[in-house]
């Protein structure tokens, strides 16, 4: 009914960039706040950061100043740019959406996650 779809996710260079992409598709009437969480081997999954519908953003402390937040309402998108990658940044990353579908029905959706690796 419902599908986040994510990508962007890969193999960085220690310091590098790179940018996630999160598409949510199928019967929906409109999407509340998103999110970005992440979960590192043995490490409990954590969240990065959140976006309203009207912009708000908050992010973990962990990543204020490298990370950055953004969606594209039209195109049922949220962003997350990823810069300067340390070595606790390496995860699998899940895009978070909070629907309301034609139904007029909440769902709480994920993605199925990207992996981000980083190589020296």
């Known amino acids: 009914q419902v599908q986040l779809v994510e990508s962007g996710g890969g193999l960085v260079q220690a310091g590098g960039s790179l940018r996630l992409s999160c598409a949510a598709s199928?019967?929906?009437?409109?999407?509340?706040?998103m999110g970005w969480y992440r979960q590192a081997p043995g490490n409990q999954r954590e969240l990065v950061a959140t976006?309203?519908?009207?912009?708000?953003?908050n992010y973990a402390d962990s990543v204020k100043g490298r990370f950055t937040i953004s969606r594209d309402n039209p195109k049922n998108t949220v962003y997350l740019q990823v810069n300067n990658l340390k070595p606790e940044d390496p995860a699998v990353y899940y895009c978070?959406?909070?629907?309301?579908?034609?139904?007029?029905?909440?769902?709480?959706?994920w993605g199925q996650g990207t992996q981000v690796t980083v190589s020296t």
């Open positions: 978070n959406a909070d629907i309301i579908n034609v139904r007029l029905r909440q769902i709480d959706q």
């Open positions: 976006i309203t519908s009207g912009g708000s953003t």
């Open positions: 199928g019967s929906i009437l409109r999407i509340n706040s």
